[in-house]
């Protein structure tokens, strides 16, 4: 059974980078037809995916983090990582970390780690 | 960006009862490229329904999806104890992939 688990620092400081890594068991993240996401949830509001990537390195993001983001793979560990530079306050969230599909039309999100809280505070 | 509105905001019912929650995009979602996940708190989503209407590996007949363009509803036939919770939907026929703000199902 896949499992996916997010880690790294639960407190940041304001203009700082927020780092995260998400460990795959029970399957291998260089099995090709899959991506790897990242998605966020503020406390007490809705979701927003950041970005995917392919074992490759292949990425997208979206257009409303780009600037700030990026995401990287390390096959050998089985990890995908989540960078995010310069937070403020609104970057204060539940990151998740996800599989999905790289077959267009099927980029759902099925299964998801179990969430790991980030506060951006000084 | 496909913006996604779910209405009602909170559905108030009873176990047992029907639930019928509504996901409207801002323009069309390719080819029902739609899914649903239901949160319960402290918890992750999980995937209820993908393609519009499938329902994923081990979600119980109850749920069921329907709809096209933009225009699409998740029912709960009966309302069981351990599906009161917030359900959001999600379209990925476009970068970038975006989820509504997610209906409450709560307890009457």
């Known amino acids: ?122 | 960006e496909i913006v996604l509105t779910q209405s009602p905001g909170t559905l108030s019912l009873s176990p047992g009862e029907r639930a019928t929650l509504s996901c409207r995009a801002s323009q069309s979602v390719s080819s029902g490229y739609l899914a649903w996940y239901q949160q319960k708190p402290g918890q992750a989503p999980r995937l209820l329904i993908y393609g519009a209407s499938s329902r994923a590996t081990g979600i119980p007949d109850r749920f069921s999806g329907s709809g096209s363009g933009t225009d699409f509803t998740l029912t709960i036939s009966r309302l069981e104890p351990e599906d009161f919770a917030v359900y959001y939907c999600q379209q990925y026929g476009n970068s970038p992939f975006t989820f509504g703000p997610g209906t409450k199902v709560d307890i009457k």
């Open chain 1, 1 to 122: 059974q896949l499992q996916l688990q997010e880690s790294g620092p639960g407190l940041v400081k304001p203009s700082e980078t927020l780092s995260l890594t998400c460990t795959v068991s029970g399957g291998s993240i260089s099995s090709s037809g899959y991506y790897w996401g990242w998605i966020r949830q503020p406390p007490g509001k809705g979701l927003e995916w950041i970005g995917n990537i392919y074992y490759s390195g292949s990425t997208y993001y979206n257009p409303s983090l780009k600037s700030r983001v990026t995401i990287s793979v390390d096959t050998s560990k089985n990890q995908f990582s989540l960078k995010l530079r310069s937070v403020t306050a609104a970057d204060t969230a539940v990151y998740y970390c996800a599989r999905t599909s790289s077959w267009a039309g099927k980029n759902w999100f099925d299964p998801w780690g179990q969430g790991t809280l980030v506060t951006v505070s000084s």
